[in-house]
């Protein structure tokens, strides 16, 4: 994998600098649809802005890279306060992925709880580890 690379993590109202071992691209999914959703509310989009900053600050935000097969991957499923992990593999072909974050964490664990920490009250998220090649 290389040398390890350095990240801000949040722990409680401190920063701290940690070891970072993987990358992982969060895809927001949604069904099948002919038409775009409508804009979020101002609310919506001031809590997400916030949920991103809080990414940002941590230095877990990062860019796109090609991903590992879905049955590596794991989803979290949004259904008012409760969050729900579901293993791969999704083998769905109805759903589109509508967004997405390439975030730089330690492990899985930790990707999926930033996420289960994202201010969306529906939908489903799918999580799944980038390909790492020696050198790149």
């Not at 809080?54 to 860019?63: D, I, M, P, T």
């Amino acid at each position: 994998m290389g040398e390890a690379l350095k990240a801000r993590a949040h722990n409680d109202a401190e920063f701290v600098t940690k070891e970072t071992d993987m990358r992982v691209l969060i895809m927001a999914k949604e069904g099948e649809q002919t038409q775009a959703d409508a804009p979020p509310t101002p609310e919506a989009m001031a809590e997400f802005m916030k949920f991103n900053e809080e990414l940002v600050k941590a230095g877990v935000v990062l860019e796109a890279g090609r991903l590992h097969p879905s049955s590596e991957g794991r989803r979290v499923r949004f259904d008012g306060k409760k969050r729900t992990v579901i293993d791969g593999p999704f083998a769905e072909t109805k759903e589109l992925v509508a967004g997405y974050w390439l975030w730089q964490v330690r492990t899985m664990d930790e990707a999926l709880e930033w996420l289960k920490r994202a201010p969306y009250d529906g939908g489903t998220f799918e999580v799944r580890e980038v390909l790492e090649y020696e050198g790149m």
